[in-house]
């Protein structure tokens, strides 16, 4: 069964609380963070006071995709305001290894996220480190954009490599995962989903349950 992580950035945030009871209704698993620094990518997105705001209301673990220079300045930051799961970009990362490390010292699962054009080859030297990779269909920083066909078969061959290395990874698609798409990402291996403006925040909180079950079941 896939895991469900909506992407907070896409909620409307003038009904966050009502929507954040949806969708832990509708039985996600996550809560996909988005974080932007306006310096690794274009824009900014949300912060650890949005965390702490969410979990006043939800117990669901959230998954922090940190698109931000220099990301091993704020593990500490992140991990403390509740993240359950810390993915910085791998080409971010001097010291990938030490950084995947430093979250799982602080009881964080640890994650790497690649860009479309970013190759995959180096996640072979981290697989005893990583939890999760977060195979990013679309340039990171903004939603609504146009899923990237070559990034599809990066899917199977991070899950080629890490059957190989013997060790169990979450695979998560994140960019344009919706009906469209979706079956195509599942089949190439992804097994988390990352649900923003296209695929879930199109539909009204009334109908979360049935579109979760049916990216669950895919
Ligand atoms: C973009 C973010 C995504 C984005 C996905 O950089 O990482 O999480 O919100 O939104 P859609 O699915 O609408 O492209
Ligand atoms: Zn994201």
Redesign the pocket.
Known sequence: MNKISP?V??IDMLDLENQLTALDQAGIDLY?I?IMDGHY?PNYALSTYTMQDIARVSKTPMDV?L?VTNPEQYIEAFAKAGAAIITPHLETLVHPIRVLKQIRSLGKKAGIAVNPATDIAPLAYMTDFLDLVCV?T?D??????TLIPSTIRKITDIRKMFEAAGKPIDIMV?????EETAPTLVAAGANVL??????LFKYKPEEYRRVVEHYKNL
């Open positions: 992407s950035m896409c996909h988005d990518v995709h698109m990013m679309v990171p920083g903004f939603a609504g954009q994140d960019g344009q995962v919706k990352v649900l923003g403006s296209s695929g």
